[in-house]
């Protein structure tokens, strides 16, 4: 089981910038930001694998929003950029079990997300017009 912890969202306005970080209590293969809206279905919006940094986004925040892991393999960052109101949301990191080894160096397909098993609590992302 690896517990996972974000922190760093908060009230902007549109256009401007946030930070967000997913701490791990181990380092992992696979890790994902999801996102979460009043009333809509939960969806993935980036995802890294860890050991190559490779990296995919979900359309809506292609080219605003940027992930990436520390060296220490369990820390990953979410940085987004000219936000808007639409991205507000609960944001969640979430993991793939890091003892699966079809993880080891790529990502499940679209990050599917009955295929992590690991989710932090989250932390809300509001952005004001």
């Known amino acids: 089981q690896v517990r996972l912890m974000e922190s760093g969202g908060g009230s902007v306005q549109a256009g401007e910038s946030l930070s967000l970080t997913c701490t791990a209590s181990m380092a992992n293969r696979c890790v994902a930001w999801f996102r979460q809206a009043p009333g809509k279905e939960r969806e993935a919006v980036a995802w890294i694998v860890i050991t190559t940094q490779s990296t995919d986004y979900s359309d809506p925040v292609k080219g605003r929003f940027t992930i990436s892991r520390d060296n220490d393999l369990s820390t990953v960052y979410l940085r987004m950029n000219s936000l808007k109101p639409e991205d507000t949301a609960m944001y969640y990191c979430?993991?793939?079990?890091?003892?699966?080894?079809?993880?080891?160096?790529?990502?499940?397909?679209?990050?599917?997300?009955?295929?992590?098993?690991?989710w932090g609590q989250g932390t809300q992302v509001t952005v004001s017009s």
């Open positions: 979430a993991a793939v079990n890091p003892l699966d080894r079809r993880w080891r160096f790529a990502c499940p397909a679209g990050a599917t997300e009955i295929e992590f098993p690991n």
